[in-house]
């Protein structure tokens, strides 16, 4: 059976997949790949199911080797690839004999590459998913160089392009739509208007629990005082502690929280979300 070598890991590389769905009431968030798109598009390349494991890369550094031949593909935040020294292409299919090693650098602009492999990563599934859940401890340990992942068996059909013409993903700036609420009500009209046309900086205190943003505070309307009982949470949520800056929930977000979420990012726009880097300025619209 063919396998993945972990030789190095860079800053952060986890397995990711789809998620684990329905145990919320457990205590058990989704997880899941934070840029949904970029990993969906890499298990496409390879004609894998919807669903296959992949690795997750945090701003690159990712060096595999095959054991045994292995096809895959690299998607998300573009980063300088090389296989056995040579250089390789994203976006597309890519054979790898035995022993052959990719190398993956740092990406220019973006946060999170995609490395799918065809068959998919077969670690063994928690609670239906091979996420690794940072938050929670859930999954798959999080690989180290020296690591093994074992590949599943290729699937019946076979790729039917071998490139994916896909804009460059990440930049330094992303406009994030949002719908209002639930708790806009806790917030001054002011704090409503600067949320919808201010500046927001994504500060390095962010991961895959949630990106911390610095930039203007909203206020809260005078009749609220003290905090909420903790109620539901979901991925895109716009949570506003009291120092009034608000933190945007990513992919390992808690199930539950107690500060007011003035605003959700719509789903279509959560990889964007997932690919803006420290640095990276935010605007949210209607």
């Known amino acids: 059976m063919s396998a993945l070598?972990?030789?190095?890991?860079?800053?952060?590389?986890?397995?990711?997949?789809?998620?684990?769905?329905?145990?919320?009431?457990?205590?058990?968030?989704?997880s899941g790949a934070a840029d949904a798109a970029s990993y969906a598009l890499a298990n496409r390349l390879l004609a894998n199911p919807e669903g296959a494991a992949a690795l997750e890369a945090t701003l690159g550094g990712l060096r595999v080797r095959a054991r045994g031949a292995v096809t895959v593909a690299v998607t998300g935040a573009e980063a300088p690839l090389s296989v056995d020294g040579r250089g390789a292409a994203s976006n597309t299919v890519l054979h790898l004999p035995d022993g052959a090693e990719l190398t993956m650098g740092m990406p220019s602009r973006g946060?999170?590459?995609?490395?799918?492999v065809r068959g998919g990563v077969d670690v063994r599934p928690v609670l239906g998913s091979r996420?690794?859940?940072?938050?929670?401890?859930?999954?798959?340990?999080?690989p180290a160089p020296g690591a093994v992942l074992p590949v599943g068996p290729a699937p019946s059909g076979f790729p039917r392009v071998d490139h994916a013409a896909v804009a460059p993903v990440g930049g330094p700036e992303a406009t994030l739509r949002v719908d209002l609420g639930p708790r806009e009500?806790?917030?001054?009209d002011d704090a409503i208007?600067?949320?919808?046309?201010?500046?927001?900086?994504?500060?390095s205190r962010s991961d895959r629990v949630g990106a911390r943003l610095s930039g203007p505070v909203l206020e809260r309307a005078p009749s609220r005082s003290g905090e909420l009982p903790s109620e539901g949470m979901v991925v895109g949520s716009l949570q506003v502690p009291p120092g009034g800056e608000p933190v945007l929930f990513l992919a390992d977000h808690p199930v539950t929280g107690g500060y007011p979420v003035v605003a959700v990012v719509r789903t279509a726009d959560l990889p964007k979300a997932a690919q803006a880097r420290p640095g990276s300025r935010i605007r949210f619209a209607l």
């Open 185 to 188: 009500d806790w917030f001054t």
């Open 111 to 116: 946060l999170r590459t995609y490395l799918a």
């Open 131 to 142: 996420s690794t859940d940072v938050l929670a401890g859930l999954g798959p340990e999080v």
């Open 5 to 30: 070598e972990i030789i190095a890991t860079g800053p952060l590389a986890t397995v990711q997949d789809t998620g684990r769905f329905g145990h919320a009431d457990l205590g058990v968030g989704r």
């Open 193 to 203: 208007a600067t949320l919808l046309s201010g500046e927001y900086e994504v500060t």
